[in-house]
């Protein structure tokens, strides 16, 4: 009879070697193999860097952390965040631009205000040659009674003032009197004005045209008028029949831009 075999007693379980790089990363924080976690060695660079810098970055340069972390500074050593003095070249085209406006305003007050006092103090006034199509009439005949009619306008007019009277004729009947006056009229000379009071008045534009009174069987005339500050123009018109007051307000405007 021969005794039973003693059972094997297991043999110890052989060390599992340290494959350490090659193991891979562990799940659970252990070791590949169930051993304990392998400690990076002291010398070794964190995690995820290859080339000594920071987490993240491959080249060892720092990046700007999102979410309101602080923002890298500008290329060549200029903080973005402080604020640069005004552009010179701005400023200098700033002062350009207003110069060249404020002479252009210069120059066009000087023009118009010099044209504007000439006209009203220096410029005599005018006698187109033609007046809607009628041309002056330069009869020697007429010269005499044509500058008595002028020296008795100037009389009502202060000194400085000046008057020029001009005929016209179509020679069919229809006649225009041109007065052309520069000045005012002295003070007390409203007689004139009281007499248009009565008269029938019609406007046409800047034009105001009066149908004057006449007497039976004598010619009939239009007056109208156009003036401003020391300038005006006023054109009597007479006709067998009393002259349309338009057709004498549109020689009064021409004679106006005659002046």
Known sequence: MTEPAAPETPSPPRPVPDLGFFAGPSSRGTSAFGGAPVAAPPSSPAAGNRFDGAAGNQFGSATAAPFGAAAPLAPFGLDPGVPTGPNPRSSVSTVAVV???????????????GRFGWRHFLADPVVPDTLQGMPLITDPSFEAGTRAAQDSVAKDLTAGSKAEIGLYS??????????????????????????????????????????????????????????????????????????????????????????
């Open 99 to 113: 110069a060249v406006v404020v002479g252009l305003l210069v120059l066009v007050l000087a023009v118009t205000g």
């Open 170 to 259: 179509d020679g069919q009947g229809l006649g225009y009197m041109l007065f052309a006056l520069r000045g005012s009229s002295r003070p007390g000379q409203g007689n004139g004005d009281d007499e248009l009071k009565n008269a029938p008045k019609t406007t046409h534009g800047n034009v105001e045209c009066y149908a004057m009174p006449s007497a039976p069987g004598a010619v009939a005339a239009t007056m109208c008028m156009r003036s401003f500050f020391r300038r005006a123009v006023l054109v009597m018109a007479f006709g067998v029949t009393r002259p349309d007051p338009a057709m004498v307000a549109r020689a009064t405007d021409e004679a106006w831009k005659a002046q």
